[in-house]
């Protein structure tokens, strides 16, 4: 179990932290839910540590990252000759976790085919590999993280209502770092114990000018940006106390207040065109690199570039 979590001090987090050690003992699916970046993926191997199961494998797959034509494979896996190059036969992920727990990272990204084969896995306990007729019983327990709603995918027909409700039996939301900034002093504690480990250097310190500045920053990028700037201020400085000109966090995505003042963001405004305005810019930001700009954004290159389809297909009827 990570450092961090022992000594969480705002009260809301403390609740999500509690919950899930009192489900981990039980085999009920979690979804976990919040921001890119908030930790999703370290509370789904809490979950894990916490539970019987944690002498036991942990798989994560992430479905955004898979390519859409081997995700069926990836999970379920195939048997020689079930489709062009397919020399062996190959367990899939599902098979892996058998006994232990399976994560499925980003649900929001799977594909709508796919969706109802992992509802039948969950229900049913069982898989068939990919050219095979032999199902096979396996004993998991699911946890799947989403940084999007999946109620509203429900809405719009991009998620399949019978899977969500299979999946929302334990509904975990972690709150942003900006919501939860009590933890900032136990995080940067602990990222700098980290990164002088990882580093073999001297554990750094921060002054209080620094902490101030930390703690006036949005953190956009939740966790994920706050290590990221400590990784990079400790590696860049030749201090042994960091100053707030050593806190390097200006190349990070801008705060709330920053975007207002770009007009990005202005009042009366929907959330739905404040979202295109900042996906656009930060494709302008970077070139059109798609890759950097769904990293910058903390979402996936699939979700991007289904939002860019969406912008174009509204544009052609507006036309």
């Known amino acids: 179990m990570e450092e961090w979590i022992k000594n969480i001090k705002d009260s809301e987090m403390k609740k999500v932290v509690d919950m899930a050690a009192n489900i981990a003992v039980r085999k009920a699916t979690v979804l976990i839910t919040g921001e890119s970046g908030v930790g999703k993926e370290l509370m789904a191997r809490y979950i894990h540590e916490m539970s019987h199961r944690s002498e036991q494998a942990f798989v994560a797959t992430n479905c955004a990252a898979v390519p859409e034509n081997l995700l069926e494979s990836e999970l379920f896996g195939y048997e020689k000759g079930a489709f062009t190059g397919a020399q062996g036969s190959k367990p899939g992920k599902f098979e892996l976790a058998d006994k232990g727990t399976f994560l499925l990272d980003e649900i929001s990204e799977m594909p709508l085919a796919l969706q109802g084969k992992l509802l039948r896995v969950i229900q049913e306990s069982e898989i068939e590999r990919l050219g095979g007729t032999q ?46 900034k009590k933890d900032l002093n136990t995080l940067v504690g602990f990222f700098l114990n980290k990164v002088a480990l990882d580093n073999k250097m001297r554990i750094k310190e921060v002054s209080i ?70 996906i656009l810019k930060t494709l302008q930001h970077t070139g059109e690199n798609r890759t950097q700009a769904a990293k910058i954004l903390g979402i996936s290159i699939r979700t991007l570039r289904n939002k860019l389809n969406e912008y174009k297909s509204t544009a052609n009827t507006n036309l």
């Open 209 to 278: 000018e620094a902490l101030q500045k930390i703690h006036n920053w949005s953190w956009p990028g939740n966790i994920r940006e706050l290590q990221n700037v400590i990784e990079r201020s400790c590696l860049m400085s030749s201090n042994e106390c960091l100053t707030p000109a050593d806190i390097n966090i200006e190349t990070a995505p801008m705060s709330e207040e920053a975007t207002t003042e770009a007009g990005l963001v202005k009042p009366g405004m929907t959330i739905q065109e404040a979202e295109r305005r900042l």
């Open 135 to 180: 199902v096979k019983k396996i004993d998991v327990r699911f946890v799947c993280t989403t940084n999007r709603s999946l109620s509203e995918m429900v809405q719009k027909g991009e998620f399949r209502q019978d899977l969500f409700y299979r999946l929302n039996v334990i509904p975990l939301q972690i709150p942003a770092l900006r919501e939860r």
